[in-house]
Structures are given as structure tokens and as C-alpha cells.
């Protein structure tokens, strides 16, 4: 955050130790909230360093998260009370941000090779339109949105079709949309296969000693 352009960042963080449980079979609990911590640092790092980010949010339901949040010197924003899943959280954290300027992302917690120049492309993209998507490695999931014009839409952050579902949605809306593809957003580690990209990594290798096994 280096002088920004009006981008408010949300970032989800729903839990650090019991998270990423499709790794299980991979990685320990130990392991996999290291994995956690080390991916939302990389994303709320990216963050901060980009010109065009004002503010960012932590959206999380975890006092752990909150305390994380508060030592990485950022905003944490506590989810409301209810089951609402990950896309209804973000719904409303996007509600509460959001007015008829804002410029709004959420970009993923869980994207551990971002870095601020990825981000900052992505938001100028977004300037141009009142709903970027960012594809996940597989083109079917959504690693970032972002809205202008204090524009929201109804959220499937976490459906394995959720980059289609966020399209038909902005269509049903007659709000024109854009796809951005980001190699360095679109790692999401949810398998073997990503957990062997990311230990290709030299500074991901260094970052996590697990990743030797891969």
C-alpha cells in the first residue's frame, strides 16, 4: 500500500489450523497450517506492496485469524454470526464494503505465489470493467473478482464451477465481465499435483521444508 489508487482488498481467512483438509492425505495438521499461514502471508504481502491497494480487509470467523490479521497490520473483519459459508461470507463482507465509487477484490487467501505486480495488473484490468474474474489453474474455480462502481454479485467462492457460475451471474445482472488469467493467482494448493508445482518453486522450497517430499 504504497500510496493507492481506492482498491479495498477483501481477503478470506477462515482458519489457520484447521484448514485445507482435501491435503490431508498429504500433508499433517502441523504442515497444512503451515502451508495456511504461509499463502495468506504471500497474499496479504502482495497486497500491501501494490500501488494500487488502499486498504485490506482480513474476512474471518476466527479469533486466531483476527489475532494473525492484527500482527500482519491489517484490518480483520469479523464474519456474521450463522452458517453461511465462504461465498455468503464474502457476499456480505463485499455488502458492507461496498457504495456506489468503491473499487472492490477478493482475492483468495490461499494463493501462495502471488505477488504484487500480478495484483496490481489485475486491479488496472479491472478499472475497465464492473466485474474482473481471475481463474484458478484449472479455469473452472475464482482466485480474485473485482467490482467498480460499488457493483456486487451473488458469490460461488468454493463451487468447483464457480469461474461459470460468476459469469452467468454477472450476465443475469447485464453487467459487462472480464476474464484475467494470472499464473502467478491462479495456484490454489488443493492436491498432489499442486503441492509438486509449488515445490518447484526455489523460494517456496525454501519457505517450506515439507515440500522436499515433493
Do not use: Y
Request: charged share 20%.
Amino acid at each position: 500500500m504504497t500510496g493507492g489508487t481506492g482498491w479495498t482488498v477483501l481477503v478470506p481467512l477462515r482458519d489457520l489450523g484447521g484448514g485445507k483438509t482435501r491435503l490431508s492425505p498429504w500433508l499433517s495438521s502441523a504442515e497444512r497450517r503451515e502451508l495456511t499461514a504461509h499463502a495468506a502471508a504471500a497474499v496479504v504481502s502482495a497486497c500491501k506492496q501494490s500501488d494500487e491497494v488502499d486498504r485490506i480487509v482480513v474476512v474471518t470467523g476466527s479469533a486466531e485469524a483476527s489475532d494473525w490479521a492484527a500482527d500482519a497490520g491489517v484490518i480483520a473483519w469479523p464474519e456474521p454470526p450463522g452458517r453461511l459459508g465462504l461465498a455468503g461470507a464474502m457476499e456480505a463482507a463485499v455488502a458492507a464494503h461496498a457504495n456506489a465509487q468503491s473499487r472492490i477484490a477478493v482475492v483468495m487467501g490461499d494463493l501462495p505465489l502471488a505477488n504484487a505486480a500480478a495484483i496490481s495488473r489485475c486491479l488496472r484490468r479491472a478499472d475497465t470493467r464492473p466485474v474482473t474474474l481471475v481463474p484458478s489453474r484449472s479455469g473452472t474455480g475464482t482466485n480474485m473478482l473485482a467490482f467498480t462502481g460499488g457493483v456486487q454479485l451473488a458469490l460461488a467462492l468454493g463451487a468447483p464451477d464457480s469461474l461459470a457460475q460468476h459469469r452467468r451471474a454477472a450476465r443475469a445482472a447485464g453487467l459487462r465481465f472480464q476474464t484475467v488469467p494470472s499464473a502467478p493467482l491462479a495456484l490454489d494448493v488443493d492436491d498432489a499435483d499442486d503441492l509438486r508445482l509449488l515445490a518447484g518453486v526455489a523460494a517456496a522450497r525454501r519457505s517450506l521444508a515439507f515440500l522436499a517430499r515433493f
